[in-house]
């Protein structure tokens, strides 16, 4: 009973810290971006335009490699922890493990089903607005 507690305090310290992320997060990201250019113009750093495309998907691309990583390292202790909580309710560890097995199996069937609504249009739709989309 204990492990749920715990389990469903971690859940909604996750939901509050993401809703307080959205809704506190000072900017939108190209006011943000702007800002930046215009710093770097004041210290007397002029990017052209290939090389603000260049600069925005290398920091787009680490920040999404940085996302995914902390995201798998935050559902491997969820799940870890979640094993721990079903030992109880199925009759030994080994048993909640499998279960755990079978659930990241069945997350990795699902990115890999739906891969194209999650991975490559939001992908292809980021490029296109960077490379295809005239400067202002």
Same mark, same amino acid.
């Given at each position: 009973?204990?492990? &749920?507690?715990?389990? +469903?305090? =971690?859940?909604?310290?996750? $939901?509050?810290?993401?809703? *307080?992320?959205? /809704? ?45 990583? &902390?995201?798998?390292? +935050?559902? =491997?202790?969820?799940?870890? $922890?979640?094993?721990?909580? *079903?030992?109880? /309710? ?47």
């Amino acid at each position: 009973m204990k492990g &749920l507690n715990v389990l +469903a305090a =971690f859940l909604g310290g996750a $939901a509050v810290g993401a809703a *307080l992320g959205i /809704l506190f997060a000072p900017e939108k990201g190209e006011d943000t971006r702007n800002k930046i250019a215009e710093i770097l113009r004041k210290k007397g750093i002029k990017l052209n335009r290939n090389e603000m495309e260049n600069t925005i998907l290398l920091s787009t691309l680490i920040m999404i490699v940085v996302l995914i990583i &902390l995201g798998m390292v +935050a559902l =491997f202790y969820l799940l870890f $922890a979640l094993a721990y909580v *079903l030992e109880p /309710l199925v009759g030994g560890l080994m048993a909640s493990f499998a279960i755990i097995a079978g659930i990241n199996i069945l997350i990795m069937a699902l990115v890999i089903i739906f891969r194209k609504q999650l991975i490559i249009s939001p992908m292809v739709n980021f490029l296109a607005n960077l490379f295809l989309t005239d400067s202002k």
